[in-house]
């Protein structure tokens, strides 16, 4: 791996894939969420963070990767690529993988994060202190949700352990549960009124146990 940005000067494409981070991608931030505009904003620049947006789009519809038209891109976000490997748009590629928010592969391949990870404490302390502020609650927040997660979680095992599910099956369903990716619902609670797939497990469970075969779902 390269350790700094490529050269992409006189190149009129290059190819983009996602960088995958599994410390990050489960609680981190879309580039075109509230909490980037607010808090990497300041950090990265107005060009860096567009740029980030802007790929974020594009992966959207290709997950796995594509071809990035360089001086299309530039000029779709107002950043000028003339000028030789200082010009702004090169510059802009140089702090996505100075602020660790993509890698070099090769000459030509650029892996770029879909998600951003929450800032540090040097970070933090590069912000104003009405940002610092709100970043604290913003971090008190997420720890709130979490707790949030956890009770639903256990609220949900408790249920199913009341319809029939065994301590161990409750307990791996709570862990599970517990677990959220940005945006998500917590799973199995549609299942509750016995509609959904935990609803019908137990239905299934209950029916075995008194020996008698379940019908259909």
């Known amino acids: 791996m390269h350790p700094t940005a490529p050269d992409f000067t006189g190149r009129t494409e290059a190819f983009i894939l996602p960088l995958s981070d599994p410390s990050v991608d489960p609680i981190g931030h879309d ?5 980037a505009e607010s808090f990497w904003l300041p950090i990265l620049g107005p060009s860096t963070l ?13 997950p796995d990767g594509f071809v990035l038209d360089l001086l299309d891109t530039a000029s779709a976000l107002g950043i000028r690529s003339n ?14 993988v100075g602020f660790n928010m993509g890698r070099v592969v090769d000459d030509s391949t650029l892996e770029v994060r879909r998600v951003l990870p929450w800032l540090h404490g040097g970070q933090i302390g ?19 949700q979490r707790a949030e997660d956890a009770r639903r979680a256990q609220e ?12 161990r099956s409750g307990r791996t369903t709570a862990g599970s549960l517990g677990r959220r990716t940005p945006g998500s619902q917590p799973r199995g609670q549609r299942g509750l009124g016995g509609e959904g797939p935990a609803g019908r497990s137990s239905s299934v469970i209950s029916s075995r146990r008194r020996g008698r075969r379940a019908g259909p779902w």
């Open 126 to 144: 590069r912000l104003s202190p009405s940002a610092q502020q709100r970043h604290r609650l913003a971090v008190a927040g997420r720890a709130g």
């Open 50 to 62: 567009w740029l980030l947006r802007h790929l974020a789009g594009r992966f959207d519809l290709e």
């Open 156 to 167: 949900v095992a408790q249920t199913l352990l009341n319809l029939g599910d065994s301590p």
């Open 83 to 96: 000028g030789g490997r200082n010009n702004a748009f090169q510059r802009s590629i140089g702090r996505v």
């Open 31 to 35: 580039p075109r969420s509230q909490y």
